[in-house]
């Protein structure tokens, strides 16, 4: 149960991560888009 536990924990983590990263990556694109244009 306590495995269960730390796997939906660890998912709801990695989801943040994920969401983190992609927000970053737009940005990133957002700017290079912006200063190629």
Request: aromatic fraction near 16%; proline fraction near 0%.
């Given at each position: 149960m306590a495995a269960f536990a730390c796997m939906i924990v660890s998912s709801r983590e990695l989801?943040?991560?994920i969401s983190v990263?992609?927000?970053?990556?737009s940005v990133i694109s957002d700017y290079?888009?912006?200063?190629?244009a």
């Open positions: 989801g943040r991560v990263i992609s927000y970053q990556l290079l888009w912006s200063s190629g």
